[in-house]
């Protein structure tokens, strides 16, 4: 099987999207949505192969802590909406500022619980937080 390069993954793929796009105007949206994120999947995929060398050393240090924040984030989300209802007295409102700070709070938040767990433990670090 050939190799197919990337112009032509990339539009054969946004072809076939915007087939079941249409497809799913006629259909029901559930087969068509699921095939959908599979190949968007897959583009994204192939996006990020390709473009491996230009992805910042950020977003690699965060790639390593993915795994161990998955994990401890539901805690700080229980802290910070229990800390934020005590103080204010009332749930945590959605207005896009909030949203941000709250999102930015978490990612922090965890990815330092992560590091500083990994740092003294190392390889025993995954029976604590799984990462």
């Known amino acids: 099987m050939a190799v197919l390069s990337t112009k032509r993954y990339l ?6 999207i915007l087939c079941f796009y249409v497809l799913s105007y006629m259909e029901s949206y559930i087969v068509s949505g699921y095939i959908e994120k599979l190949i968007l999947c897959t583009v ?4 990020l192969y390709k473009f491996d060398n230009f992805i910042p050393r950020g977003f690699s240090v965060l790639a390593d802590l993915s795994f161990g924040m998955y994990f401890i984030h ?3 989300i229980s802290v910070i909406k ?5 103080n204010t007295g009332n749930y945590f409102s959605g207005n896009l500022i909030s949203y941000f700070s709250f999102t930015t709070a978490i990612v922090v938040f965890t990815s330092l619980t992560v590091f500083l767990v990994k740092k003294p433990l190392k390889n025993y670090s995954r029976y604590v937080i799984g990462s």
């Open 44 to 47: 994204y995929l192939s996006f």
């Open 82 to 86: 229990l800390l934020y209802k005590s």
């Open 11 to 16: 539009c054969l793929s946004s072809a076939l």
């Open 74 to 76: 539901s805690y700080y």
